[in-house]
């Protein structure tokens, strides 16, 4: 059942500082000719795992006076090499040139404070910067991560002040019949304190899943600074997996590998309601497992691209639950959705009760670039039509996670005031 | 404070198929040139972040009958490229093949069932397989992943099990003067029940932290698996960062890219015994924050190398804590430390009031190609010239973590039997 692997050859391991001084006391002994023996034959077949790593020499990426960036990778033989990101100066992307040692290198311009993602291109082949250990997953591309300061990418980075815990967690669905994962962010203190806490949804785009607004987000770190700053209240963060065909994110499910990631307008159950009409299960198991403050005034409901149309979709349907909505660059473009199920029809009247009803805040913010700016430009009228309230913030640039980071920074700290 | 970005040129995006579809429609109307000229202008420049996402033609990696794996990678430009790998099977590395379509590839013998680490070679660049989206972080390299099944491998992967729920979580350490981060792992229905559970201590070794055990262990999977099938009791799986100077891996430290990862040995606190000697604070804080067992019949401390070393100290100066000790290829060759400090000095009297004191289980395993098989040796004269009873259990292989999974899987079926 646990299998042993079977027999090989024997290798002499060196790893460690000990390890060595080990090995040359050995030599005087009467092991030496098997062990050089076995030293030579294991000579480029494979190192110990990992062990005895030490960083190179070559820093990258290095953030410079005033937030140029210089990258760096050693590549001898390649015949072009490309460095490209998710910034717009240098039109996000530039090309390398090579020193006499084989190493290229990359300044940008000037970057706005921020988190950033980034890939190297090697003779056509996309590749992660191999001397940055920090990496994060958007649908099925890997990149490499930095940060830019005094500004927002101060938010997003870890700084010396208390943290929040981070929690990976399965809940029971009824209406999906099978367990699903969230991942739930509470705040400094929690475990420590009686109190009761209020609940921010946040809810994932399309390409994301119970991870993205973790790693690309920077929610923890987010959290943590704006609480310490008394810019925000503390608050249970709950971002739960919102692919109602899958239970959680990619390698999290008994498909592992199979799972291979993709856009949910790909997956079944998107943007058919099923989601949004039962979300009470997920915000019903919050407030039994967590010490939550289980009222309207308590809660909020957020989330970018198909979040934002999730968040309008379960505000709506539920206008006893939420205080406050945040739609971020919302994926509410009505045209290619069937409006006549339960979830999406009566969208007037539905806004009508919960305008009646009452909520707080109702903000919503798009980029002038997002293809999705006129659709809310449309939202937007509908909603005057009504008499609806809501605080409507514009930004630059189009669908992109530096959006959606910042819309967090501005929304959060409006939570919760009453 | 939070920043905006500088306004940009206007980019039109598309990267839903409904947007695809709503741009058709904008053709019809005045905004035709604009879009159209902005559109040309964006070619190239840079696609909307990651959206529109469609995985490749490029299936990699793909495990085959008979757990040989085949990998794959589209570098039509590439001179050589190879793939390593941490099985034994083909020496751990191929060279790679080149199709008419610029797609490498190359087959490997059958592998045992395991979990596998493995990344690409270009022209000596060394890159992450890009079609593979599963990556793990050992010290300070990436690797991609993936899983040989009908074996361990199948312990290693998500099953269609109760799933336990994962924390990172900070406690306040007061010999270190500062907060410090752990990951925690409770059992399925921990959260539902009002049992309490038995606690394992599982502690990294010198290239680790408080994430090794969880992505390189595969800790949540090897429970959630073990407890499915009724071999191990459900338990706490307590992952402190055993770093000194550290409060917590790369990356989760206010020293943010500026923490470049490093093994244990080149940090300060290194072996200088703080850690082993204020053990009881994090067994406190655990007592206090989970519903524990809080008694020596319900606890068990076990680690690799380095981690091997705390267990051994820990439980040493703690007699009345632990039933159950693990040392899983442990780095103790006392050689190479300081045995006079407190920490360290008088093991065998320590050891004979541990033996007095009496516990279930001394567990040690090691592989027969380990660099530290010897100095295991040499402490097991030790112990039984003490008679100091143990069990002592040798694979094949070396310093690997493919080891520690497998002495993980043959330990934790053996704690809180009694």
């Given at each position: 059942m646990i299998n042993e692997l079977p027999p090989k050859l024997l290798k002499p391991t060196f790893f460690e500082p000990q390890m060595a001084f080990l090995s040359l006391t050995k030599l005087?002994?009467?092991?030496f000719l098997a062990i050089l023996f076995t030293a030579l034959v294991s000579i480029g077949a494979r190192a110990q795992q990992n062990t005895g790593f030490r960083p190179g020499s070559i820093i990258s990426p290095q953030v410079n006076e005033g937030n140029t960036v210089t990258f760096r990778l050693k590549a001898p033989v390649a015949k072009f090499v490309t460095v490209k990101g998710d910034w717009e100066a240098d039109g996000g992307k530039g090309a390398m040139t090579k020193d006499a040692n084989g190493v290229w290198s990359f300044t940008t311009g000037g970057l706005p404070s921020d988190m950033y993602l980034y890939t190297f291109n090697v003779d056509s082949v996309q590749l992660l910067d191999p001397t940055n250990a920090f990496v994060v997953r958007d649908v099925g591309n890997l990149f490499s991560v930095f940060f830019t300061n005094k500004g927002n990418g101060d938010y997003y980075s870890v700084k010396e002040v208390p943290h929040g815990s981070v929690s990976r967690s399965w809940y029971t669905s009824a209406t999906f019949n099978t367990s699903r994962r969230m991942t739930v962010y509470t705040p400094p203190g929690y475990e420590e304190s009686k109190t009761s806490y209020p609940v921010l949804y946040l809810l994932h785009g399309s390409g994301g899943d119970e991870e993205a607004w973790v790693s690309l987000g920077a929610v923890p770190r987010i959290m943590d600074n704006l609480i310490a700053e008394g810019k925000a209240e503390p608050m249970i963060v709950v971002m739960p997996?919102?692919?109602?065909?899958?239970?959680?994110?990619?390698?999290?499910?008994?498909?592992?590998?199979?799972y291979r990631p993709v856009m949910s307008n790909t997956l079944p159950g998107y943007k058919e309601g099923s989601y949004e009409l039962s979300f009470k299960e997920i915000v019903d198991f919050v407030d039994k497992r967590y010490r939550t403050q289980a009222k309207k005034s308590k809660r909020a409901v957020a989330g970018l691209s198909m979040g934002g149309f999730h968040s309008l979709f379960i505000s709506a349907n539920h206008p006893d639950m939420f205080d406050y909505i945040g739609l971020f660059s919302p994926g509410i473009n009505f045209k290619t959705v069937n409006m006549t199920i339960p979830a999406y029809n009566n969208l007037e009247e539905k806004l009508a009760l919960q305008m009646k009803k009452g909520f707080q805040l109702y903000w919503m913010g798009v980029g002038t670039t997002d293809g999705l700016y006129d659709p809310l430009q449309d939202y937007k009228k509908r909603l005057d039509h009504l008499r609806f309230p809501y605080k409507y913030v514009e930004s630059t640039r189009g669908h992109i996670w530096s959006n959606w980071r910042s819309y967090l920074l501005q929304f959060t700290p409006l939570l919760f005031k009453k």
């Amino acid at each position: 059942m646990i299998n042993e692997l079977p027999p090989k050859l024997l290798k002499p391991t060196f790893f460690e500082p000990q390890m060595a001084f080990l090995s040359l006391t050995k030599l005087m002994n009467k092991k030496f000719l098997a062990i050089l023996f076995t030293a030579l034959v294991s000579i480029g077949a494979r190192a110990q795992q990992n062990t005895g790593f030490r960083p190179g020499s070559i820093i990258s990426p290095q953030v410079n006076e005033g937030n140029t960036v210089t990258f760096r990778l050693k590549a001898p033989v390649a015949k072009f090499v490309t460095v490209k990101g998710d910034w717009e100066a240098d039109g996000g992307k530039g090309a390398m040139t090579k020193d006499a040692n084989g190493v290229w290198s990359f300044t940008t311009g000037g970057l706005p404070s921020d988190m950033y993602l980034y890939t190297f291109n090697v003779d056509s082949v996309q590749l992660l910067d191999p001397t940055n250990a920090f990496v994060v997953r958007d649908v099925g591309n890997l990149f490499s991560v930095f940060f830019t300061n005094k500004g927002n990418g101060d938010y997003y980075s870890v700084k010396e002040v208390p943290h929040g815990s981070v929690s990976r967690s399965w809940y029971t669905s009824a209406t999906f019949n099978t367990s699903r994962r969230m991942t739930v962010y509470t705040p400094p203190g929690y475990e420590e304190s009686k109190t009761s806490y209020p609940v921010l949804y946040l809810l994932h785009g399309s390409g994301g899943d119970e991870e993205a607004w973790v790693s690309l987000g920077a929610v923890p770190r987010i959290m943590d600074n704006l609480i310490a700053e008394g810019k925000a209240e503390p608050m249970i963060v709950v971002m739960p997996n919102g692919n109602p065909s899958k239970q959680a994110a990619p390698g999290e499910t008994k498909e592992n590998l199979a799972y291979r990631p993709v856009m949910s307008n790909t997956l079944p159950g998107y943007k058919e309601g099923s989601y949004e009409l039962s979300f009470k299960e997920i915000v019903d198991f919050v407030d039994k497992r967590y010490r939550t403050q289980a009222k309207k005034s308590k809660r909020a409901v957020a989330g970018l691209s198909m979040g934002g149309f999730h968040s309008l979709f379960i505000s709506a349907n539920h206008p006893d639950m939420f205080d406050y909505i945040g739609l971020f660059s919302p994926g509410i473009n009505f045209k290619t959705v069937n409006m006549t199920i339960p979830a999406y029809n009566n969208l007037e009247e539905k806004l009508a009760l919960q305008m009646k009803k009452g909520f707080q805040l109702y903000w919503m913010g798009v980029g002038t670039t997002d293809g999705l700016y006129d659709p809310l430009q449309d939202y937007k009228k509908r909603l005057d039509h009504l008499r609806f309230p809501y605080k409507y913030v514009e930004s630059t640039r189009g669908h992109i996670w530096s959006n959606w980071r910042s819309y967090l920074l501005q929304f959060t700290p409006l939570l919760f005031k009453k």
